[in-house]
């Protein structure tokens, strides 16, 4: 399993048309293969928009996506209202549950942090023993590092209800024995945004 991750930077207010438009045309890209989740950040970098697509592996996202290409109602009319767009491929975590028709929360907070290289397959050992204590205050949505893209990278998504839930559970989080997972010593940066997910979005 594969997930690709595309980020689009927008035009200032064009957020809630864009979704429209996406919504509109979401029915016939998902003839193809379906959408994993759709957010919009809230706070951190804004305008923007993040879409998740799961494939089984690069050939398929290649056929599936040359075959979309072909609808004449995909991809939606909003190329005048995007500014940027990124495009990465990560493999989930082995913890990592599948994205899916999962309702979990009203705001999620992506943080994204980057290692040292050689550094991931000890992170994801630690990562791996500290999750499950983690997960009993609230779910993981998602973890993944970079296959494509700019390497070293490792994503953790949280829901909460409300950001005052996630202040409450992350201080919560700390006074576990072993999180956050002993991984410090390999950090070079680390970034957060909080996202709220679209009204179509199979995680909401």
């Known amino acids: ?12 207010g064009s957020i809630p048309e864009c979704e ?9 890209r998902e003839k193809y293969s379906p959408l994993g989740a759709f957010w919009h950040t809230d706070i951190g970098p804004l305008n923007r928009i993040i879409h998740v697509w799961p494939y ?15 609808d004449p109602n995909w991809p939606p009319r909003i190329g005048e209202m995007i500014e940027d767009m990124v495009s990465e491929i990560f493999i989930p975590a082995p913890f ?12 999620y907070e992506m943080r994204t942090y980057m290692y040292q290289p050689g ?6 050992e630690r990562w791996a023993e500290a999750v499950p204590a983690r997960t009993e205050l609230s779910p993981l949505a998602a973890c993944w590092y970079t296959e494509i893209g700019s390497l070293n990278k490792f994503v953790h998504i949280w ?9 409450r559970i992350r201080a919560e989080s700390l006074k576990l024995p072993n999180w956050p997972p002993g991984t410090r ?15 179509f979005s199979p995680m909401h």
């Open 119 to 124: 550094a991931l397959p000890t992170v994801l």
């Open 159 to 167: 829901p909460y209800a409300d950001l005052e839930e996630r202040a």
């Open 185 to 199: 010593e390999f950090l070079v940066s680390q970034d957060s945004a909080i996202l709220i997910p679209a009204a």
């Open 56 to 70: 089984d592996d690069l050939r398929q996202r290649t056929e599936l996506r040359g075959q979309a290409m072909q």
């Open 96 to 107: 990592m549950q599948p994205l899916g028709q999962r309702s979990l929360g009203g705001v």
């Open 1 to 12: 399993m594969i997930y690709e991750v595309r980020t689009y930077r927008l035009k200032p």
């Open 20 to 28: 429209k438009r996406f919504a509109e045309a979401l029915p016939h």
